[in-house]
């Protein structure tokens, strides 16, 4: 009698699982790999250099803070994106990329020993409590004709949050009211430094459509609440 062959599927095949598993591995780490440094060069900041050529970084120089800065949809990206504009002083003057990096330095450690994030969102990170700092520096409420230079009797955004943050519950508008943390002058303007570049970095349109607020606040459109 002769032996006949049993057929077997592929699918019940040890060896091919095996090398299924081997050759998607390989390719999850070099994928893995090329994304990884993709991400590196995306977050990487930009130089003062990069601003004045008009060259866009995702995450732009500390000198940022001495530009206007705007955020509009892009159709292309489908999204809003930060707008860098021409210099304007900041607190009355254009600071060098030594002065700008060293404000932002003390902004941040300002942020993470003041605890902020224990109520607030930045870039995603953080509390629901209250508002979300993100783009907070182009919120309408702290521009010309919004309501906080009117309650803090200023001119510009970056004197009107100075006060507001060395005494928050003076100048509260709504019953979560911000406590007094103590925060001196210098570390208020150093604050107001990161806030702007904060809000300078593009975030893939995060959060989404606040560009829908600062344009209702132009063209004077009001919601009832």
């Not at 057929?7 to 780490?29: D, E, K, L, Q």
């Not at 330095?105 to 605890?115: D, I, R, S």
């Not at 200023?154 to 509260?172: G, H, I, Q, W």
Request: net charge positive.
């Amino acid at each position: 009698m002769s032996e006949t062959k049993e057929s077997y599927s592929v699918w019940s095949s040890i060896s091919f699982w095996r090398r299924s598993a081997a050759w998607v591995t390989g390719f999850s780490v070099v994928l893995l790999i090329f994304l990884t440094f993709d991400s590196l060069s995306q977050i990487k900041m930009g130089t003062d250099e990069d601003l004045k050529n008009g060259v866009t970084k995702r995450v732009p120089a500390a000198t940022v803070i001495n530009y206007k800065i705007d955020y509009q949809m892009s159709q292309k990206r489908g999204h809003e994106v930060p707008v860098i504009g021409k210099q304007q002083p900041f607190f009355g003057k254009i600071w060098s990329p030594e002065e700008a990096e060293a404000l932002l330095h003390t902004g941040k450690l300002t942020v993470q020993a003041k605890n902020c994030m224990n109520c607030h969102t930045l870039l995603g990170n953080g509390a629901y409590y209250a508002p979300d700092l993100t783009k907070a520096w182009l919120d309408p409420a702290w521009q010309k004709g919004g309501v906080m230079q009117a309650i803090t009797q200023t001119n510009s955004t970056e004197e009107a949050m100075v006060k507001f943050l060395m005494n928050p519950p003076k100048y509260a508008t709504h019953l979560r009211k911000m406590p007094n943390l103590g925060i001196t002058h210098d570390e208020a303007m150093a604050t107001v430094a990161f806030l702007k570049h904060m809000s300078a970095i593009d975030t893939n349109g995060f959060p989404r459509n606040f560009s829908k607020t600062i344009n209702d606040f132009r063209s004077g459109v009001t919601h009832a609440h």
